[in-house]
């Protein structure tokens, strides 16, 4: 089955971005965004599941994740309200289709979003 797109917002440089909605996480499908602005890009997830959550960056494939050795990157998101926030480094987790895979536990609800930070 395809993994959900996730959509990445940028952020402009000395302007406001409302945040994003973001995708509805369906942990049957995971997610997967584009990877060409991860050097700038913070990872949003939230859980309003009442059980904490997992959330897991999958590692890349070498090349081009001459990181990926480190292997993949597990977040807990708390439960009912919450909502973290990742910053990622495509030399650990660009799979080779120039994307990055996130893995849900099941139940995890909740949404992910990509925000890509201003290139300044």
């Given at each position: 089955?395809?993994?959900?797109?996730?959509?990445?917002?940028?952020?402009?440089?000395?302007?406001?971005?409302?945040?994003?909605?973001?995708?509805?996480?369906?942990?049957?499908?995971?997610?997967?965004?584009?990877?060409?602005?991860?050097?700038?890009?913070?990872?949003?997830?939230?859980?309003?599941?009442?059980?904490?959550?997992?959330?897991?960056?999958?590692?890349?494939?070498?090349?081009?994740?001459?990181?990926?050795?480190?292997?993949?990157?597990?977040?807990?998101?708390?439960?009912?309200?919450?909502?973290?926030?990742?910053?990622?480094?495509?030399?650990?987790?660009?799979?080779?289709?120039?994307?990055?895979?996130?893995?849900?536990?099941?139940?995890?609800?909740?949404?992910?979003?990509?925000?890509a930070l201003?290139?300044?």
């Open positions: 089955m395809p993994r959900d797109t996730v959509t990445v917002t940028g952020l402009t440089q000395n302007a406001g971005t409302t945040i994003p909605v973001g995708t509805t996480i369906t942990p049957a499908n995971d997610a997967e965004i584009d990877g060409s602005l991860a050097e700038r890009m913070l990872i949003r997830v939230t859980n309003t599941h009442g059980t904490a959550h997992p959330v897991v960056i999958k590692a890349g494939v070498n090349p081009p994740a001459f990181r990926a050795g480190l292997g993949d990157l597990s977040v807990t998101v708390p439960l009912t309200s919450g909502d973290v926030l990742i910053p990622i480094e495509s030399a650990r987790f660009m799979q080779a289709d120039g994307k990055i895979h996130i893995d849900f536990e099941t139940d995890h609800a909740g949404k992910i979003s990509a925000i201003p290139k300044v």
